[in-house]
């Protein structure tokens, strides 16, 4: 799709459609929306007195511009009340008014922004909202389809009108089509089924985005992680006759050696439980078990589109989890690279061994902060339902700025406690600790146990995605499938990154 920004007049551009905003019982039109109307014969005046569109957030109603302009429709998209109003909101609102249009086969839409001094966001918010939301809305997986692609419906061009032309309205344009082609990567990499996204193929498309985008790209193959030490990955790799790769990403934009902030990704690609294997029901959805490795490698891409002036590293253990003759089991004692050894209880906490040595490695990097993703536990979503992230980790500053952070991005967060006294039910008989206990608070003893693994005296924030990765039904923003949870959530926190106090 082609979006672009155009100074001018609703009358001179052309399109199937011009998207018009409206809130609900407003008794003044919007600025933007009575200039259309006075051009059009108060067609809009006439529909909303007549009570049939009352501007209900997403709330839809078109009409025909009968020769008035160029643009032969006019479609009028409710906002909702303007106490309840939000950038989430607008956002959304955007997002389903291309798809209302994508839907009936009109793919051109012109969106002027509006242009009026009682709107509470400014053109820049406002245009960025609508890139974003518009893009996000539209976004749809058909790379594998082979038939009846003329059934396929495509959206061409957006135009955003604007009566002022700005540099600075330029680059939050441009801001939201970063943003959403980080997201768009990473909904395509979960997306993608587990036989054609082997750690070794995605490994490979990390290395095709790190080139392009100007990234410090290493893989670390199986011999170098056995001479590092590795265990804990390779353990949990072992079961697979795919090699598992650990991928670092290096976003460096000065010559300096800063310390970064490193970002941490499960990447399971997939997850059959391994011995401990999972019921068959719905096994498929475990494709996506490498969620937190897709919002990394997606961060990385638009934070180096956006030439942010911070050192950012991503970390990511790529591994399939089966169950075979080299798989690891229930009972074995295995050495981490930390030093610590480690009893596997069940080996479908898989997620936490092959963090376990990404943390520790991390600490090579002297980060300011680490931050982890993972779709860790089942125990999360029960806890919290499946559109929110667990939030948990050790340094209060770091965790507050990223639950503004998923204000903002309105990919939704929050905290779990995290007390050391959760550390008793990780005690392990035989060796340092336990991968599982029980079913009690299964989001927090997971995260107890990643913490054992971070680096000492380094801020550490844990995101767990398990329940917010996926979505079921689908919403305006997140068509249904791969969410790309994390990735406008953790550029928000790089954003304007200073340093922890
Ligand atoms: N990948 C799963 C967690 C998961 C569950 C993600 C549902 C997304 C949706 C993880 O590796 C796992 O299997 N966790 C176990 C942990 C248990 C063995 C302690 C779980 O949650 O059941
Ligand atoms: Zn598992
Ligand atoms: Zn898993």
Redesign the pocket.
């Known amino acids: 799709m082609e979006i672009t920004l155009q100074k001018g007049d609703f009358t001179a551009v052309e399109a199937e459609a011009l998207v018009l905003f409206h809130f609900e019982q407003d008794d003044r039109l919007l600025e933007t929306t009575a200039a259309v109307n006075d051009a059009a014969g108060s067609i809009i005046g006439q529909v909303i007195e007549a009570g049939d569109f009352r501007g209900e957030h997403l709330e839809h109603f078109l009409l025909y511009s009968q020769g008035s302009m160029a643009t032969k429709r006019i479609l009028l998209m409710g906002l909702g009340k303007r106490e309840e109003f939000s950038v989430h909101a607008l956002r959304e609102a955007a997002a389903q008014s291309l798809r209302t249009l994508r839907d009936r086969r009109q793919p051109r839409a012109v969106l002027p922004i509006p242009f009026d001094s009682k709107f509470p966001l400014d053109l820049e918010d406002t245009a960025e909202a609508c890139v974003l939301g518009g893009m996000l809305g539209l976004y749809q997986f058909t790379e594998l389809r082979t038939r009846d692609l003329d059934n396929i419906k495509d959206f061409d061009s957006l135009i955003i009108l604007s009566q002022k032309d700005s540099k600075q309205l330029a680059a939050r344009v441009d801001r939201a089509k970063a943003m959403a082609s980080g997201i768009y990567l990473a909904r395509d990499l979960v997306t993608l089924p587990p036989n054609l996204a082997t750690p070794t193929i995605l490994a490979e498309r990390v290395g095709e985005m790190a080139e392009q985008a100007g990234v410090n790209f290493h893989l670390i193959e199986k011999e170098e992680a056995e001479k590092l030490g590795m265990g804990a990955f390779l353990a949990v790799a072992q079961g697979s006759d795919e090699p598992g790769l650990m991928v670092a990403l290096d976003y460096q934009p000065s010559k300096d050696d800063e310390p970064p902030v490193v970002l941490v990704g499960k990447g399971?690609t997939f997850?059959s439980?391994g011995i401990?294997i999972?019921p068959s029901k719905d096994m498929d959805r475990?494709k996506h078990?490498m969620a937190g490795a897709a919002a990394v490698i997606g961060a990385i891409q638009v934070v180096a589109a956006l030439r942010l002036p911070l050192r950012v590293v991503g970390l990511i253990p790529f591994t399939e989890n089966l169950p075979s003759g080299k798989a690891y089991k229930p009972g074995d004692v295995i050495h981490s690279l930390s030093g610590l050894n480690i009893e596997v209880i069940?080996t479908?906490?898989?997620?936490r061994m092959i963090l376990a040595d990404a943390l520790t490695y991390a600490g090579r990097y002297e980060p300011q902060a680490i931050v982890d993703l993972a779709?860790?536990?089942?125990?999360c979503?029960v806890a919290l339902g499946d559109d929110v992230a667990g939030l948990m980790g050790t340094d209060d500053e770091l965790l507050a700025r990223l639950q503004a952070a998923g204000e903002e991005s309105g990919e939704k967060v929050w905290p779990l406690p995290l007390w050391d006294s959760y550390f008793k039910l990780m005690k392990s008989d035989v060796a340092d600790l336990k991968n599982?206990d029980g079913r009690k608070a299964?989001a927090i003893t997971a995260a107890i146990f990643l913490k054992q693994f971070v680096p000492e005296g380094v801020p550490w924030a844990h995101l767990d995605i398990?329940g917010c990765a996926w979505e079921e039904k689908g919403k305006p923003l997140v068509p249904k499938g791969a969410t790309g949870m994390g990735v406008h959530l953790l550029v928000r926190l790089l954003q304007e990154w200073q340093p922890l106090s």
Request: aromatic letters at 0%; a negative charge.
């Open positions: 399971i997850d439980g401990s999972k475990m078990d069940n479908d906490a898989e997620g779709t860790l536990t089942g125990a979503i599982v299964g398990a």
